[in-house]
T-cell receptor, first 114, second 116 residues
Framework: GENVEQHPSTLSVQEGDSAVIKCTYS??????FPWYKQELGKGPQLIID?????GEKKDQRIAVTLNKTAKHFSLHITETQPEDSAVYFCAASNPNTGGFKTIFGAGTRLFVKA | GAVVSQHPSRVICKSGTSVKIECRSL??????MFWYRQFPKQSLMLMAT?????????EQGVEKDKFLINHASLTLSTLTVTSAHPEDSSFYIC????????????FGQGTRLTVV
């Protein structure tokens, strides 16, 4: 089945700097790659996603890149703010597994220091 | 965006009792819903896929008799933790995808279960 690896597990940046989180996936049939932000005691919230027919997507300070050949994708947050501090999860979804179940990476705990 | 509601958000129960958690898609129909479990400072681990009108599909290592899943309608799936023990204490999260459309999954707010 699908396996998603995520790095780093913890990331600390200064306010205003950029943060980059990287993930790799194993199943070449996966075609949907969402990123989630999870705050303490809450469910994950989708912040951006990318499909396999696109190499890059941007939404204000957040961007995601996808390299299908290498099977890796990355999240880039620019001009980080303290409220960006949270746990971020990458995920991969394979339509052939039925119902598009989502497999998550281990998560990255982002600290943005003011 | 679509809304998925989970209830209750927190529950405390005694060892040996059963607890039911509900997952509802409020403004869309979901043929398939998913149940995840999350331990502190860890990732979401898929437990099972809930299929409307049929039996759930459980991931390897998840006891189907321990975690009963019922998906009786296109907007409701329930997870029942039977004969709960302290080691079942965890954060349980459901997600749902719109029937026949796309691949985006919408997540509930989670249920914190504490077994004492």
């Amino acid at each position: 089945g699908e396996n998603v690896e995520q790095h780093p597990s913890t990331l600390s940046v200064q306010e205003g700097d950029s943060a980059v989180i990287k993930c790799t996936y194993s199943d070449s049939a996966s075609n949907y790659f969402p990123w989630y932000k999870q705050e303490l005691g809450k469910g994950p919230q989708l912040i951006i996603d990318i499909r396999s027919n696109v190499g890059e997507k941007k939404d204000q300070r957040i961007a995601v890149t996808l390299n299908k050949t290498a099977k890796h994708f990355s999240l880039h947050i620019t001009e980080t703010q303290p409220e960006d501090s949270a746990v971020y999860f990458c995920a991969a979804s394979n339509p052939n597994t039925g119902g598009f179940k989502t497999i998550f990476g281990a998560g990255t705990r982002l600290f943005v220091k003011a | 965006g679509a809304v998925v509601s989970q209830h209750p958000s927190r529950v405390i129960c005694k060892s040996g009792t059963s607890v039911k958690i509900e997952c509802r898609s409020l403004d869309f129909q979901a043929t398939t819903m998913f149940w995840y479990r999350q331990f502190p400072k860890q990732s979401l681990m898929l437990m099972a896929t809930s299929n409307e009108g049929s039996k759930a599909t459980y991931e390897q290592g998840v006891e189907k008799d321990k975690f009963l899943i019922n998906h009786a309608s296109l907007t409701l799936s329930t997870l029942t933790v039977t004969s709960a023990h302290p080691e079942d204490s965890s954060f349980y999260i459901c997600s749902a995808s719109k029937t026949g459309l796309g691949t985006e999954a919408f997540f509930g707010q989670g249920t914190r279960l504490t077994v004492v």
